[in-house]
């Protein structure tokens, strides 16, 4: 099956910082989306992006759906951006399902 | 209120017990989906479903079943057969297949 690896697996950065998450996936996907799991688990939509590049804010992303990856921008990190974020994707070779990277866990210090 | 209902929030059962935990949507949306999530680790797929009626396995099906008798519904049981059954449970949905997912705020199961 499709193998989804996110870097870097852990990240520390001072409040105020830029960051950038990386996505690999190892085959054609129909579409690819960003969440953000919180101190509580909650898993929070931030974009939903097959290919192409958006902006939401202090965060965007890109996705190169040719070459199989995606980024994930944070600019101007604040204490409320931690948590662990993941990227998923859904195969066109299952099309139904949705895979999971193992996430990178980011920790803003003020 | 609209949205994703994941019910209960904690659950406590004895080694041995099945278990069943709900999920329930009125989004209106065609596919559901279960995952489990294990401390520090990433979310692997249990189960899911494109349409009422309609259930496939995902990557880590044993001990665990599920049915979609209602397009709103696609509850969990948790079987004896699962021998690690203590994780956070994850349902989703998506308004059809390949479209964006939305996640419900989780089961926490712990088996004593």
């Known amino acids: 099956g499709i193998q989804v690896e996110q870097s870097p697996p852990d990240l520390i950065l001072q409040e105020g910082a830029n960051s950038t998450l990386r996505c690999n996936f190892s085959?054609?996907?129909?579409?690819l989306q960003w969440f953000h799991q919180n101190p509580w688990g909650q898993l929070i939509n931030l974009f939903y992006i097959p290919s192409g590049t958006k902006q939401n804010g202090r965060l965007s992303a890109t996705t190169v759906a040719t070459e199989r990856y995606s980024l994930l921008y944070i600019s101007s990190s604040q204490t409320t951006d931690s948590g662990v974020y993941f990227c998923?994707?859904?195969?066109?070779?299952?099309?139904?399902?949705?895979?999971f990277g193992s996430g990178t866990r980011l920790s803003i210090r003020p | 209120d609209g949205g994703i209902t994941q019910s209960p929030k904690y659950l406590f059962r004895k080694e041995g017990q099945n278990v069943t935990l709900s999920c329930e949507q009125n989004?209106?949306?065609?596919?559901m989906y279960w995952y489990r999530q294990d401390p520090g680790q990433g979310l692997r797929l249990i189960y899911y479903s494109q349409i009422v009626n309609d259930f496939q396995k995902g990557d880590i099906a044993e001990g665990y079943s599920v049915s979609r008798e209602k397009k709103e519904s696609f509850p969990l049981t948790v079987t004896s057969a699962q021998k690690n059954p203590t994780a956070f449970y994850l349902c989703?949905?998506?308004?059809?297949?390949?479209?964006?997912?939305?996640f419900g705020q989780g089961t926490r199961l712990t088996v004593v």
């Open positions: 989004l209106n949306h065609d596919a």
């Open positions: 085959d054609s996907v129909n579409n």
């Open positions: 989703a949905t998506s308004p059809q297949v390949n479209t964006e997912a939305f």
């Open positions: 998923a994707v859904g195969p066109y070779s299952s099309a139904s399902k949705i895979i």
